[in-house]
């Protein structure tokens, strides 16, 4: 049930009038802002572009960022998480998709266990990069004192940035760390699953020319099925959760085939796949699955590595971890873009009633709606 109005688009499930075609046109150099805004042809000629999406998104409260007189936000910022954050239909928005990830992530719930990690981790003095929780009076004392620090008994900017927490990054750790403890609930029985969404931090580079080597940080909501198999089974794993993932993300989509998959190796050699979604300008990562072996599992637990043995049939192995991370923030993105049409008026051929509907499916709108219409004379109230 699609609800809309001339002037602007509505929150809806899919409409019973048909689709309008999506017809992306050639990618663009990069993501564009306001003044290059990326665009989907429609037919009859009319274009619909990301600046319009932008500005349907503001007005009805899918994203905060366009009121005045705060300068209107360009797309890369929301999709590298420095915006403002969702509005109310926007959480609720990603709210139904989190839940449909968790629905999809535990097809076997006696093998797959839901987990929970801070946002921020104990001080890592070693780590030389990272994002660390800092007070910003410290950090001025040390700055201040650093002249003095020795007669004073200060401490140095060095002690100070190692005592400092870390903020998380990504998912993984935090679920690794209870590997050990969790594989009892499961008899030791391979293959079995961590599963765990959150928020996590990422250093975002400025993309102005005076303030390139300034980083600011950006966050996004992260989903993580941590996936532990026999080494002689990781390549099928793999493969299966690749078509169960693609699969989900397009069951939702009206034009499927804007999502797709690519492999890749990393440095280290180990194999992995991509999945993105076809935006105007181009693709972008939605979810990453990687085949991480069993180097994360030993370095996480050094030293006595027999708790980490599970078992596949008669057989005591170290698992290799599968992980597939993906993020649902963009995918909400992805989705607003992929719902916005242009939908004809039937009582009247006006340009100006064409209506911008986003047209969600009905497990992914947040607001849904039911009308019993009758058999009266309800012609209008059938067309909506």
């Not at 005592?163 to 403890?181: F, H, I, K, T, V």
């Not at 989903?223 to 169960?244: E, H, K, M, N, V």
């Not at 939702?252 to 180990?270: H, I, L």
Request: aromatic share 8%.
């Amino acid at each position: 049930m699609a609800l809309s109005c001339r002037c602007a688009g509505r929150v809806c499930g899919r409409a019973a009038l048909g689709r309008a075609e999506l017809r992306p046109r050639p990618p663009a150099a990069g993501v564009a802002g306001r003044a290059e805004a990326p665009s989907l042809a429609r037919p009859g000629g009319h274009e619909v572009n990301g600046e319009e999406l932008l500005e349907v998104c503001w007005r009805r409260h899918f994203l905060r960022g366009g009121a005045e007189p705060r300068q209107a936000l360009p797309w890369r910022d929301y999709l590298s998480g420095c915006h403002l954050g969702f509005g109310p239909l926007g959480v609720a928005l990603r709210g139904n998709l989190v839940s449909q990830w968790w629905d999809s992530a535990l097809p076997f719930r006696e093998q797959v266990l839901a987990v929970d990690a801070p946002l921020h981790g104990p001080p890592a003095a070693a780590a030389p990069q990272g994002l660390r929780l800092l007070r910003s009076e410290a950090l001025h004392e040390a700055l201040q004192g650093a002249g003095c620090r020795q007669e004073q008994g200060g401490r140095s900017l060095e002690e100070v940035l190692g005592a400092a927490g870390m903020l998380r990054e990504s998912l993984l750790p935090g679920a690794l760390a209870q590997y050990a403890s969790c594989l009892e609930l499961v008899n030791r029985r391979l293959p079995c699953g961590l599963a765990q969404t959150g928020v996590c931090f990422h250093s975002v580079p400025e993309s102005e020319q005076h303030n390139k080597n300034l980083v600011r940080i950006g966050e996004r909501t992260t989903s993580l099925l941590a996936w532990f198999s026999s080494p002689r089974t990781t390549g099928q794993w793999l493969d299966y959760w690749l078509r169960q993932r693609l699969q989900w993300w397009r069951k939702f989509a009206v034009a499927p085939s804007n999502f797709s998959s690519s492999d890749f190796q990393d440095e280290k050699g180990r194999k992995g796949f991509n999945l993105h979604y076809k935006f105007p300008w181009g693709t972008e990562t939605i979810e990453t699955l990687k085949n991480l072996g069993d180097t994360e599992l030993l370095q996480m637990y050094p030293g006595d590595s027999s708790k980490l043995l599970g078992r596949d049939g008669r057989k005591n192995v170290i698992p290799h971890v599968l992980s597939a991370s993906g993020n649902l923030d963009r995918g909400v993105l992805a989705y607003l873009f992929d719902s916005l049409q242009l939908a004809e008026n039937p009582l009247t051929k006006k340009k100006i009633a064409q209506r911008k509907v986003l047209k969600l499916h009905p497990c992914l709108a947040p607001l849904k709606v039911a009308l019993d219409v009758g058999k009266g004379p309800t012609t209008e109230l059938r067309q909506v």
